[in-house]
């Protein structure tokens, strides 16, 4: 069955720092990899996504996350952290018709 | 066409109640998911749909749930006997049927917040 691995459930970033979230997947045949950000009290938005074709996405509000087969991870990243950028993002990857995610990093923005 | 939306956003209960949420998908959307998210975790799949047709469960989903999406639109999850352990986001996704541009992609709703007493 298709996995992901969060690390480190909360993050703290300076406010135009980098902010890095890694993600680990596992899975037997070519997986679709996405990444969700969360809101307090919200449903999940989707920032980016990979199926197949360029390993570097580019996402919404400044994200972008590379697709690396030989590490099989899947890292998100934003070159300069904003203060709306404070939430929880979940890596997930969809197999066997259902999306299997992380258990997600709580990214707090320092000013 | 507003995305999907879920009926109510919160609800308490008390131990051994029965709650219905509610969940209508984006209106060309085949498929419908919920999944559910309790306090830390990720969301863990409970169900999904094509059309009218429940085409799994996960194990998750004890006898006291049931969920239903009886025209193909709208769909409703039922808890019986509520326990504490129920206490969690309940969330509800659609998505374009498998074969179709873009159906790799589940649209969440904001969810209902479940608290058992």
């Known amino acids: 069955a298709q996995s992901v691995t969060q690390l480190g459930s909360h993050v703290s970033v300076s406010e135009g720092a980098l902010v890095l979230l890694r993600c680990n997947y596992s899975s037997s045949v070519p997986p679709y990899l996405f990444w969700y950000v969360q809101y307090p009290n919200q449903g999940l938005q989707l920032l980016l996504k990979y199926t197949t074709g360029a390993t570097l996405v580019k996402g919404i509000n400044g994200f972008e996350a590379e697709f690396k087969k030989s590490e099989t991870s899947f890292h998100l990243t934003k070159p300069s952290a904003h203060m709306s950028d404070a939430a929880e993002y979940f890596c997930a990857v969809n197999g066997n018709n259902r999306l299997a995610f992380g258990k997600g990093n709580q990214v707090v923005v320092i000013p | 066409d507003t995305g999907v939306s879920q009926d109510p956003r919160h609800k308490i209960t008390k131990r051994g109640q029965n709650v219905t949420f509610r969940c209508d998908p984006i209106?060309?959307?085949?498929?419908l998911y919920w999944y559910r998210q309790t306090l830390g975790q990720g969301p863990e799949f409970l169900t999904y749909f094509q059309n009218e047709a429940q085409l799994e469960k996960s194990r998750l989903l004890s006898d006291r749930f049931s969920a239903e999406r009886p025209k193909g639109s709208f769909s409703t999850l039922e808890i019986q006997r509520t326990e504490q352990g129920d206490s969690a986001m309940y969330l509800c996704a659609s998505s374009l049927a498998p074969g179709l541009a873009g159906a790799d992609e589940q649209f969440f709703g904001p969810g209902t917040r479940l608290t058992v007493l």
């Open positions: 209106s060309e959307h085949n498929r």
